[in-house]
């Protein structure tokens, strides 16, 4: 059995499209769509409703504003427009229709922090799944899926508007993990709280783990811990107990799966 895995495809149908040749099912961990695109400000949602010179003062105060000061500019911005949640979810719309229909059949889904999940039931169709705090067998093996990320301490939101990641409270995102038993595979888009899993070492600071994801890794030890979220890891896998906890890429950079075979 093969099976690819790709996360944080930002909007990169065409690698999309090519991810699962030679495979015999596609999983994705999230972070399909692009919204806000730090390389090229005229793409990504923020960049299409808005335009370059707004993404890059974005861009900007994100890394060099004052607390509070990237949420009330993107506050400012959203207050243009007369249906701010409509336009967004249009936007949103448009960018799912274009990747939802170059996946392959069967492909496993769960949603990453960037994701609108509560919009993935109007593209999803037979041989699609969208698998969240549930498992599956696929090849004989059972696969948990866990999306979203939990929330941290400490977090400033980047929309200041109708934008609301899928930021999930810590109890809930942990009674998700804890509906998964006995899994062979976990799938999440976050890493488990292990410290040079989620150190980034571009943005010199660790990104969210889960303990929750730890406590399956060492409650049943499977073969493999599979995520994403991190785009450029101090460490890109790490082995915990029995367990290969591996960190499958930053998609729409390298447009290259992650291959697991058994």
């Not at 495809?9 to 692009?34: F, P, W």
């Not at 509070?68 to 207050?79: D, F, H, N």
Request: glycine content about 8%; overall charge neutral.
């Amino acid at each position: 059995m093969r099976i690819h895995v790709v996360a944080d495809v930002h909007g990169n149908s065409e690698a999309l499209a090519r991810a699962s040749e030679g495979a015999d099912a596609l999983v994705v961990l999230g972070d399909l769509i692009d919204f806000v695109d730090y390389r090229d400000h005229h793409r990504g949602i923020l960049g299409e409703i808005f335009g370059a010179e707004v993404v890059a003062t974005f861009a900007r105060l994100r890394t060099q504003g004052r607390p509070g000061e990237l949420t009330g500019y993107a506050r400012s911005l959203w207050s243009r427009l007369s249906d701010p949640r409509a336009v967004l979810e249009d936007a949103v719309r448009e960018q799912y229709r274009r990747l939802f229909a170059v996946l392959p059949r069967p492909s496993y889904l769960t949603p990453g922090n960037v994701d609108l999940p509560h919009l993935w039931p109007e593209f999803l169709a037979d041989g699609l799944y969208m698998l969240d705090g549930a498992t599956t067998e696929i090849g004989g093996l059972r696969f948990g899926f866990v999306g979203g990320l939990p929330l941290p301490p400490r977090i400033e939101s980047i929309s200041g508007g109708p934008w609301r990641p899928y930021v999930r409270p810590a109890e809930e995102f942990d009674a998700a993990c804890a509906r998964l038993r006995a899994v062979d595979v976990l799938c999440s888009h976050v890493p488990p709280s292990v410290p040079e899993l989620a150190y980034d070492v571009v943005s010199r600071r660790a990104e969210v783990g889960s303990r929750a994801l730890l406590g399956i890794v060492a409650r049943d030890r499977p073969k493999a811990a599979l995520f994403g979220h991190v785009h450029q890891p101090m460490a890109s896998r790490s082995r915990v107990y029995r367990t290969e906890c591996v960190n499958v890429g930053h998609f729409r950079r390298t447009e290259r799966p992650y291959v697991l075979t058994w």
